[in-house]
């Protein structure tokens, strides 16, 4: 039978990555009840190798397929471009709901919050501060992930490689601010709805923070194999919409939270 294939279409292969993920996230689930009820970290441990392990190989693969086995034609590439979309956009929404929780109680605080925002008993963190200096890492690091893909578009490679290290380095920086903040936070995600919105909206912000750097961290890795040209580079153009996403929710963030909320 003939191989020859007379279609822009990606036909994938059977791969048991898909049945290994839904293993490792069923198991990370059991692991995270078993850590709250019972103080056992064994299957949750089990689930995170499980699940990284997954995430590690079928990444290799895609990589494989779009750099080597030429699968990503246009047509394909303009699904992943889609997907792209259509994902940050679900995080668009994930985002909403944090707010919405926020603004529904911040703009009309009843009389269990004391009839004022921020509640009483809160002392909120000066917006002057850390936020201030985190905001200004943030869009440093926009700017350096714009230059770094503007240098692979005219396929200067040091350059690239230079704005890569520079964001992947404002991200620890900013990641390493927010720990900084928690730890001195005097607050806790139990003190109210106040509370509550702080640290799953900042907290979930972080961890976009930690997979977006991961996320350009391995483009960085790519690109020094010379995975990417200027022509064919989606790879690192996702992590660079990714990451300007990351940057904007921030800004709500930090005015809404941080400043307007305090």
Same mark, same amino acid.
């Given at each position: !039978?003939?191989? =020859?294939?007379?279609?822009?279409?990606?036909?994938?292969?059977?791969?048991?990555?898909?049945? %290994? $993920?839904?293993?490792?996230a069923m198991t990370l689930a059991a692991g995270?009840?078993?850590?709250?009820?019972?103080?056992k970290f064994l299957i949750l441990m089990t689930g995170l190798t499980i699940t990284m392990l997954t995430m590690v190989q079928w990444w290799r693969d895609i990589t494989r397929e779009g750099t080597y086995? $030429? !699968?990503?034609?246009? %047509?394909?590439?303009? $699904?992943?471009?889609? /997907?792209?979309?259509?994902?940050?956009?679900?995080?668009?929404?994930?985002?909403?709901?944090f707010f919405w929780a926020f603004f529904h109680s911040s703009l009309a605080p009843n009389i269990d919050l004391g !009839?004022?925002?921020p509640p009483m008993g809160i002392s909120p963190f000066n917006p002057m501060q850390i936020p201030l200096l985190n905001t200004a890492i943030l869009l440093a690091s926009g700017v350096t992930v714009t230059w770094a893909? =503007?240098?692979?578009?005219?396929?200067? =490679?040091?350059?690239?490689?230079? /704005?890569?290290?520079?964001?992947?380095?404002? /991200?620890?920086?900013?990641?390493?601010?927010?720990a900084y903040e928690y730890i001195e936070?005097? &607050? %806790?995600?139990?003190?109210?709805?106040? /509370?509550?919105?702080?640290?799953?909206? %900042?907290?979930?912000h972080g961890l976009h923070v930690i997979i977006g750097t991961t996320f350009l961290l391995i483009c960085m890795s790519r690109h020094m194999m010379y995975h990417f040209s200027s022509?064919?580079? &989606?790879?690192?153009?996702?992590?660079?919409?990714?990451w300007h996403f990351v940057e904007v929710v921030w800004l709500f963030l930090y005015i809404s939270i941080y400043w307007w909320g305090n």
């Open positions: !039978m003939s191989t =020859h294939q007379n279609h822009p279409f990606h036909m994938v292969n059977s791969s048991p990555w898909p049945i %290994t $993920g839904a293993i490792g995270l009840i078993s850590m709250f009820h019972q103080y086995q $030429g !699968m990503h034609t246009s %047509t394909v590439n303009m $699904g992943l471009r889609w /997907g792209m979309i259509l994902f940050i956009v679900s995080e668009i929404f994930f985002f909403i709901s !009839m004022t925002w893909h =503007h240098s692979l578009m005219s396929n200067n =490679h040091s350059q690239t490689t230079q /704005g890569l290290m520079f964001t992947i380095i404002l /991200g620890i920086y900013f990641t390493i601010l927010q936070a005097p &607050f %806790t995600i139990a003190d109210s709805i106040y /509370g509550s919105t702080f640290f799953v909206a %900042t907290g979930f022509k064919h580079h &989606f790879g690192f153009e996702a992590a660079a919409w990714y």
